[in-house]
């Protein structure tokens, strides 16, 4: 089946511009996440949707960040008023959402470079 | 609180060789799970094997294996037989919680022909 999709693929903005970003998760999966990876680093956790319930927002970074889940499904990762730090690659995950322990399945992600 | 460390920035080994990738992490928690995650170019993180702390057996994937070792906090992955195909970043993650990855920085990884 289809796996997660990210878009747009690449994204380049200006300084104080807003910009949004968008996950499919895999049909079914109920657990999603958001990760943000600078240059030569890891992953850092940004947010977790489960459900219905209240989204874990503890790695945002700003309140520039902000995101929401429509119907379960589709996310949009939204950042306000851009600032050059905020250049990364976004990666959305998707899980089963049945509790425990779950593999996460990533999508390709999406490059943002803020000029 | 928990961190992981992967002190090798890149490797580089024949085709064909066997490459050993190395991570260490700390916590306090006594039941956890690791990961180890591929990157292509593409991008996309691909999983390549994980390992319940609990289990002391450790974790095979075809080619590729672990060795746990939970007292020194140490989870090393295992290529055998490498292939081109396995030119990649891997990163080491320590699931915090049930949910919450906690990253290394990554080992790049270059099999050459």
């Known amino acids: 089946g289809a796996g997660v999709s990210q878009s747009p693929s690449n994204k380049v903005t200006e300084k104080g511009k807003d910009v949004e970003l968008r996950c499919d998760p895999i049909?079914?999966?109920?657990?999603l996440y958001w990760y943000r990876q600078s240059l030569g680093q890891g992953l850092e956790f940004l947010i977790y949707f489960q459900g219905n319930s209240a989204p874990d927002k503890s790695g945002l970074p700003s309140d520039r960040f902000s995101a929401e889940r429509t119907g379960g499904s589709v996310s949009t990762l939204t950042i306000q008023r851009t600032q050059q730090e905020d250049s990364a690659v976004y990666l959305c995950a998707s899980s089963l959402g049945r509790g425990g322990t779950e593999t996460q399945y990533f999508g390709p992600g999406t490059r943002l470079l803020v000029l | 609180a928990q961190t992981v460390t992967q002190s090798q920035p890149e490797m580089s080994v024949q085709e064909a060789e066997t490459v050993t990738l190395s991570c260490t992490y700390d916590t306090s928690e006594n039941n956890y799970y690791l990961f180890w995650y591929k990157q292509p170019p593409s991008r996309q993180m691909i999983l390549v094997i994980r390992?319940?702390?609990?289990k002391q057996q450790n974790a095979t994937e075809n080619r590729f294996s672990v060795n746990f070792q939970k007292a020194a906090k140490s989870f090393s992955l295992k290529i055998s037989d490498s292939q081109l195909g396995d030119t990649a970043m891997y990163f080491c993650?320590?699931?915090?919680?049930?949910?919450?990855?906690?990253w290394g920085a990554g080992t790049k990884l270059i099999i050459k022909p």
């Open positions: 993650a320590f699931m915090r919680g049930r949910y919450q990855l906690i």
């Open positions: 390992q319940e702390a609990y």
């Open positions: 049909s079914g999966h109920t657990a």
